[in-house]
Nanobody
């Protein structure tokens, strides 16, 4: 069974918005790093966004900077707000939790099974 649970994916028109949610088994500890990655067919899994909860420090991929926002909903969940969606945002989106400030997938211990986002042109 998935260690984390994503929701909120679906179909969207270019220029519209979606909000993805991620729920953890317990609260998000202040020292934890929460991140989003995505993977399109034939592509490597790529970094999207992260947030360290004790400092609020965030990082975003250049391709989503200024359009996507990562933040917390409550003690055991967080979200990715995606605005001004583009067809190239189409991918399977994964939520991940770790302890290190990293943009490398292998540095994250806990993962969800993914939620599909499809953006039409």
């Amino acid at each position: 069974q998935a260690q984390l649970t994503e929701s909120g994916g679906g179909l969207a028109q270019a220029g519209s918005s979606l909000r993805l949610s991620c729920t953890t088994p317990g609260r998000i500890f202040s020292s934890a790093v929460m991140a989003w990655f995505r993977q399109a067919p034939g592509k490597e899994r790529e970094f999207v966004a992260l947030r360290r909860w004790n400092t609020g420090r965030t990082a975003y991929a250049d391709s989503v900077k200024g359009r996507f926002t990562i933040n917390t909903d409550n003690p055991n969940s967080m979200y990715l707000q995606m605005n001004n969606l583009k067809p190239e945002d189409t991918a399977l989106y994964y939520c991940a939790r770790g302890t290190d400030y990293s943009m490398v997938p292998s540095d994250y211990r806990y993962w969800g099974q993914g939620t599909q986002v499809t953006v039409s042109s």
